[in-house]
């Protein structure tokens, strides 16, 4: 399986201030057909989880600007420019290449 | 609008057999995978398995081949995850996941004798 690496796991930020998750995937994920299947996940407490980002740097419909992915092949970043206090939650890195699909271990947003 | 619906919260116990439900509206059921996603409690996410409700072409996470089924009805739109003989290990929070983008309002799943 393909193990997807996160971090930091813990990520105290305060109001306003910029945030970065680092997630790095054991083999490149570069799909055959030239795109890169990674996705970002939100999960907010007691809530289902929320696609963020999709193929390393789209925004979903409806997701703040604040809000961006970068990388390639196995180093992947989502930033939060100025952090929110609905930001709080646990994110996900998800790669959607190789099957079986794997998830990082999740990032814990919390407000300082 | 475009949504997941899953059956409601289970108790059961050891041994037991299961089978929960999720039901797609809002798009064309038989042209999107829908897959499953366990969520134990104060853990992670794991992928389980997928379908793709058209052909009922199906695929399992190997930690999960052989201990539940993944089933689909296209004619109802649902898409169903099911186990014969649950396990207190079972209990979580089981999510249906149409492309990624569309989730399920969850399933919990508690096995206690």
């Known amino acids: 399986d393909v193990v997807m690496t996160q971090s930091p796991l813990s990520l105290p930020v305060t109001l306003g201030q910029p945030a970065s998750i680092s997630c790095r995937s054991s083999?490149?994920?570069?799909?055959?057909?030239?795109?890169?299947?990674l996705n970002w996940f939100q999960q907010r407490p007691g809530q289902s989880p929320r696609r963020l980002i999709y193929?390393?740097?789209n925004r979903d419909s409806g997701v703040p600007d604040r809000f961006s992915g970068s990388g390639s092949g196995t180093d992947f970043t989502l930033k939060i420019s100025r952090v929110e206090a609905e930001d709080v939650g646990v994110y996900y890195c998800?790669?959607?290449?190789?099957?079986?699909?794997?998830f990082g271990q999740g990032t814990k947003v919390e407000i300082k | 609008e475009v949504q997941l619906v899953q059956s409601g919260a289970e108790v059961k116990k050891p041994g037991e057999s299961l089978k929960i439900s999720c039901k797609g509206s809002?798009?064309?059921?038989?042209?999107?995978?829908i897959g499953w996603v366990r969520q134990m409690p104060g853990k992670g996410l794991e992928w389980m398995g997928i379908?793709?409700?058209?052909?009922?072409?199906?695929r399992y996470s190997p930690s999960f081949q052989g201990q539940v089924t993944i089933s689909a009805d296209k004619s109802i739109s649902t898409a169903y995850l099911q186990w014969s003989s649950l396990k207190a290990s079972d209990t979580a929070m089981y999510y249906c996941?149409?492309?990624?983008?569309?989730w399920g309002q969850g399933t919990l799943v508690t096995v206690s004798s």
């Open positions: 379908i793709y409700p058209g052909d009922s072409d199906t």
């Open positions: 996941v149409m492309d990624f983008g569309v």
């Open positions: 998800m790669q959607g290449t190789h099957w079986p699909w794997t």
């Open positions: 809002g798009y064309s059921f038989t042209s999107y995978w």
């Open positions: 083999q490149s994920l570069v799909y055959s057909d030239g795109n890169t299947y």
């Open positions: 193929k390393v740097s």
